[in-house]
């Protein structure tokens, strides 16, 4: 930090109306040390700032400052890409009343991801034009990442040059970013053509009941689900079972029509995930399923296995 981004910073913090509060996630990782001194540093310079620490223990999280409900840092904003820290910070500037209204009611929530450098001439211009995004309401939420910082985290989203603006693999901006074309494409998604990335940000939110209401309002199982229900991450494809639980609890007819396809990739599943699997059958069947089970409780398979098939039988008999 320059003496200069000190004066910055202090003058900021003078005319400031009120308290903020401000969110520093620490995973355990390296870089979590540069991300508590720069907030230490930053407190210390803006007393009116309070920094509530706390952890983030998943595999794939980043240290962030965390700004409201929907911003967070994955950078330390230091250099131009102050000034918008700073007014994200006070109040981010609000979307145009016409824009509100559109991403006001998003029927899913969107994660989008900005991937920027320190010397990127072009990237705070950007970051202060999306940031008024996450002012559309709870759905929206940005996230803003040092590519050069979280290289792993580039290569995971294919990114090639700066800034990169992601909401999942098959929709991107490169380049200048102009906030009509975001909000375009935001408002006219169709969710069941959401990715696997995208519903995988959802249930690992917590909002696997969204998502369960999101199919039911849409009348079908969305493709991507599938592979979230075979996900090699457990804590996914957990989220992925509550979310078949939730439709089994609002929509049976429509819970039922997860079973045939699970049996299609029940053959190459290992015994853990043929377990979760006959869990999601015993919530979504009903008792024209039960001699198949029966059939796997008796069969040639692993305890777990035969274990979970006499417990979906007893779902469904209960």
């Not at 509060?21 to 355990?28: E, I």
């Not at 223990?57 to 409201?68: F, H, M, R």
């Not at 995004?133 to 939420?141: E, K, M, P, W």
């Not at 979230?228 to 457990?234: D, F, N, P, R, Y």
């Amino acid at each position: 930090m320059t003496p200069q981004e000190e004066k910055q910073i202090a003058r900021w913090n003078d005319g400031l109306p009120h308290d903020i509060r401000v969110r520093l996630v620490m995973t355990g990782a390296p870089a979590d040390s540069e991300f508590e001194k720069f907030c230490d540093q930053f407190s210390g310079l803006a007393p009116r700032v309070r920094i509530l620490k706390k952890k983030d223990d998943a595999e794939d999280a980043l240290p962030a400052i965390g700004i409201g409900n929907g911003l967070r840092y994955h950078a330390i904003p230091l250099g131009r890409e102050l000034p918008p820290f700073l007014d994200a910070l006070a109040q981010p500037s609000p979307l145009p009343p016409a824009l509100r209204d559109r991403l006001g009611n998003l029927p899913f929530p969107v994660n989008l991801r900005l991937y920027i450098a320190p010397l990127c001439p072009f990237c705070p211009a950007t970051v202060a034009q999306l940031i008024p995004l996450t002012t559309a309401g709870d759905q929206i939420s940005l996230s803003i990442i040092d590519a050069e910082r979280f290289p792993d985290a580039a290569r995971a989203d294919k990114i090639q040059a700066v800034p990169t603006l992601v909401m999942d693999e098959r929709v991107r901006w490169s380049g200048t970013v102009a906030l009509q074309a975001v909000a375009d494409v935001l408002a006219g998604t169709d969710p069941s053509r959401l990715s696997v990335a995208s519903l995988e940000q959802l249930v690992k939110s917590g909002a696997a009941g969204k998502l369960a209401e999101m199919m039911i309002r849409y009348g079908d199982i969305f493709p991507a689900f599938w592979d979230l229900l075979v996900h090699e991450k457990w804590p996914v494809r957990l989220g992925a079972m509550v979310a078949a639980e939730a439709l089994a609890d609002q929509d049976k007819p429509l819970a039922a029509r997860l079973i045939a396809p699970l049996w299609e990739r029940f053959d190459a599943a290992d015994d853990t995930l043929r377990g979760d699997l006959l869990y999601v059958m015993g919530v979504a069947g009903d008792a024209a399923l039960i001699p198949r089970l029966e059939a796997i409780a008796t069969g040639a398979y692993g305890p777990d296995v035969t274990e979970a098939a006499r417990e979906a039988i007893d779902n469904i008999r209960n």
